[in-house]
């Protein structure tokens, strides 16, 4: 009697991630923005734990050493995400200067200023990963999709803890 060939399961077939075409050139371009709206928010935040002072410096110090190395990790994943979809990484200061979309803040702002600033900062930057996320979702792109979904918790969670130093 022959033998017969093992063959998936009908659920199997049913329960299997579909497959992304080609990179969508809107995607690529959101994740760009990403890069370098995240890399601009990482220089604001070191220049802000650079330059606190204050009653609040140790603490803020602090905050802000946690959010920028957090960041730091977090571009090169993103970036690293351009290159798996076969599109190149921005870089460069002046270039990721042109691309982004976060305002600078004075080198002497005071700590209440910077934790505004940051705040704002990380707004914007959660509406280019809500953006990005959106166009992974309908290109079915469900790794981007994942991975702009991790990015915007951590910015929701970093704008919540920013707000609430603010709070009266």
Known sequence: MPKKTPTKSKAAKKTSTPTPGPASPSVVEALRKVVADSYAVLGQTHICHWNVRGKSFFSLHTAFEAQYTELFTAVDDIAERVR?????????????????????????????????????????????????RDLAGESNDNETEDLMIGRIQVHEKTVWMLDSFLAE
């Open 84 to 132: 798996a979809l076969g599109s190149l990484a921005p870089g460069g200061l002046g270039n990721l200067s042109k691309m982004a979309g976060i305002e600078e803040i004075k080198e002497d702002a005071t700590a209440e200023e910077m934790v505004k600033h940051l705040s704002k900062a990380n707004k914007t930057l959660i509406a280019d990963l809500e953006i990005a």
